[in-house]
């Protein structure tokens, strides 16, 4: 199949685009390079991906919609899977434009690509940060919505509500996946574990908010991948379009969570790294952050329900995958 991997250079995107061209498929990559974290991380990862067969890299911004426009038209895409995104809970307190642009005009331009030459599924990432500070947990992706408390976790729901429009009108089969938390070798230098890795290694304390009580669904790379992939080959089918005709022109959309389905405490996943690293990892206790949210747990039983697929990989696994990624790629 012909498949668009947006964010290909990025963690998840390299990720998924590995495994497609694994498993024969043609497979356009497109990122922007953008300097938000070590570009030199991206292009190695790029390099990769540019010795499989079947890959083909487009560097181009998504907000260029000429270019996004003509990139559809000629790719003709079975299967488009949108990963670019400004991520970031933190970061999109001081940078908010960033988020405006890469989630939100970026969202619809892939969207607008789907609508004017066809795509046979288009397949999002969202993320656990829209469920906000209500709800009970599990988080269920067919509860009521949440209410996102940082830029971030707005500009996801509002890719999910532009999502659900655009399938309304004109019947793109588009899911949306709720990632949550996603760690493993060639992660984000942005994000907890890599930071906590970098620091311990340095001699320096780790920095936990809300005083170490926080506790995230912590999701092996390798788990959203297998998820992300099955999805993918499952277009929806079946929703009432805007005439409310559930058979004529179906206008299909869905919402996963994938998660591992089970909240770790912090203070556990940083003895997994004490554990992978054989050495002790001070810690510096700080309050919450504004944005952030307590605790993060998937109810994963949709997405078992329609892929057979329930996330495998533990904490203690996991962390130590990364690490030995983490000492190997710099050569420590
Ligand atoms: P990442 O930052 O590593 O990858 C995103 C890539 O998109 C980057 O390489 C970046 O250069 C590219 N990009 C950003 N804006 C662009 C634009 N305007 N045009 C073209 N390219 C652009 O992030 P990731 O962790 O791989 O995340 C992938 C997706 O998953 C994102 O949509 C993110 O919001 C979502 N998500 C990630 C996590 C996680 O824990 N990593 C959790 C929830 C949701």
Redesign the pocket.
């Known amino acids: 199949m012909n498949y668009l991997v947006?964010?290909?250079?990025?963690?998840?995107?390299?990720h998924v685009a590995a495994r497609l061209c694994a498993a024969g498929h043609q497979v356009v990559g497109?990122?922007?390079?953008?300097h938000?974290?070590d570009v030199n991380l991206?292009r190695a990862r790029l390099a990769r991906l540019l010795a499989l067969p079947g890959f083909h890299f487009v560097e181009?911004?998504?907000?260029n919609l000429p270019a996004i426009n003509s990139l559809f038209a000629e790719g003709r895409f079975d299967r488009v899977i949108?990963?670019?995104?400004?991520?970031g809970v933190r970061h999109s307190l001081e940078q908010p434009f960033?988020y405006s642009?890469?989630?939100i005009?970026?969202m619809l331009s892939v969207l607008e690509g789907g609508r004017h030459h066809g795509v046979g599924h288009l397949v999002?990432?969202?993320?656990?940060?829209v469920y906000g500070l209500e709800g009970s947990l599990p988080s269920r992706a067919d509860a009521p919505a949440g209410h996102p408390v940082s830029l971030?976790a707005a500009s996801?729901r509002a890719g999910e509500l532009m999502a659900h429009s655009y399938s309304h009108l004109y019947a793109i089969p588009t899911t949306g996946l709720?990632?949550?938390?996603?760690?493993g070798p060639w992660?984000?230098p942005?994000?907890a574990l890599f930071k906590f890795v970098r620091a311990a290694l340095a001699d320096e304390p780790i920095d936990l908010y809300n005083q170490g009580e926080l506790a995230r669904d912590f999701?092996y790379i390798d788990d959203i991948v297998e998820g992300v992939l099955r999805i993918a080959e499952q277009p929806p089918e079946g929703c009432p379009n805007w005439r409310g005709e559930a058979d004529a022109s179906p206008a299909p959309y869905r919402l996963y969570n994938i998660g591992h389905g089970e909240p770790v405490r912090l203070e556990a996943f940083v003895e997994a790294i004490e554990q992978a690293l054989g050495r002790p990892v001070r810690r510096r206790l700080l309050p919450m952050q504004p944005g952030d949210v307590a605790a993060t747990w998937a109810d994963s039983a949709p997405l078992l329900a329609t892929t057979g697929y329930r996330p495998q990989t533990g904490v203690r696994e996991g962390v130590k995958a990364f690490v030995d990624w983490y000492l190997a790629y710099y050569r420590v």
């Not at 947006?6 to 390299?14: D, H, V």
């Not at 497109?30 to 953008?34: E, P, Q, S, T």
């Open positions: 947006t964010g290909a250079a990025g963690f998840i995107g390299f497109l990122d922007n390079l953008n938000y974290y991206k181009q911004d998504l907000c949108h990963l670019a995104a400004q991520g960033a642009e890469s989630n005009t970026g999002y990432a969202s993320s656990s940060s971030y996801k709720r990632f949550f938390t996603v760690y992660g984000r942005d994000m999701t």
